[in-house]
């Protein structure tokens, strides 16, 4: 594990011994749901059994937990020990027991070539610098059956925390060493911050055989409509 990586590491463990379960929002992500429900939730619950979703960085599971109730054969990855210890107690409280679970790292995912028919990614692999967001998507790339889906919600570079980076600096060029800016949103986090641009993302997509199946570009406001901060929502389909 590099220093990067393992300084996102430190924070998020920090954060889940300090916070617990409320380290992060306990109900899964808008967009994700709308990813599940274009692409899964015509299927019977056969055939949703038979699904097999993988979430990298998956943290305390707010997201895992709705995957595994509608049916799918669901697993979580994340850097954080204490997340997946914490994971697993989110998942008993919606009654759920049947989630694999494992700490690792996205870059040497602990799974079988071919074996995911969707990997979601939602705020997480940003926490990747360049270098390793691109061993993240070969091993996605690996680890999809041909023809699954991989999703992505991450920071986009029209965010004003992007544009308006100091005192933050530059790791790479999309890259900052975390969010310095007391008034900007996420100030805090103070461990590798990716940003990209759609433009960039879908070649990204392209470089690593994933064909781009929707892509879409939200804009949302903070602190009074003071700072704005781009998410991108993307599907990439192995081809």
């Known amino acids: 594990m590099n220093k990067e990586i393992n300084k996102v590491k430190n924070w998020y463990e920090n954060s889940y011994l300090v916070h617990g379960i409320n380290a992060q929002r306990k109900y899964p992500n808008e967009e ?23 979430e990298i960085g998956c943290g305390s599971c707010s997201n895992l937990w709705m995957i595994s109730k509608e049916g ?91 544009k308006d980076y100091k005192p933050s600096r ?3 060029k999309s890259t900052l060493n975390g969010i310095h800016r007391e008034s900007s949103p996420f100030k805090g986090n103070h461990f590798p911050f990716r940003f990209v641009s759609s433009a960039e993302y879908e070649e990204l997509m392209k470089k690593y055989d994933l064909e781009v199946t929707y892509s879409e570009s939200i804009l949302r406001s903070y602190y009074d409509k003071k700072e704005y901060f781009e998410f991108l929502v993307f599907q990439g389909t192995k081809l």
């Open 32 to 54: 994700l749901l709308r990813f599940i429900g274009r692409n899964f939730l015509n299927l019977d619950s056969q055939a949703r059994k038979n699904k097999h979703i993988l």
């Open 170 to 172: 530059f790791i790479d």
């Open 72 to 162: 799918f054969t669901t697993y979580g990855l994340d850097l954080s020990k204490e997340a997946i210890t914490l994971g697993h107690k989110m998942l008993k409280s919606w009654n759920l027991s049947e989630v694999d679970l494992k700490v690792g790292s996205m870059t040497n995912l602990p799974y079988k070539d071919n074996s995911m028919d969707a990997i979601v990614d939602v705020l997480s692999a940003y926490c990747l610098a360049e270098k390793d967001f691109e061993l993240c998507l070969k091993e996605i790339r690996r680890v999809l059956k041909p023809g699954g889906c991989f999703f992505s919600y991450t920071p986009g570079k029209n965010s004003d925390a992007f």
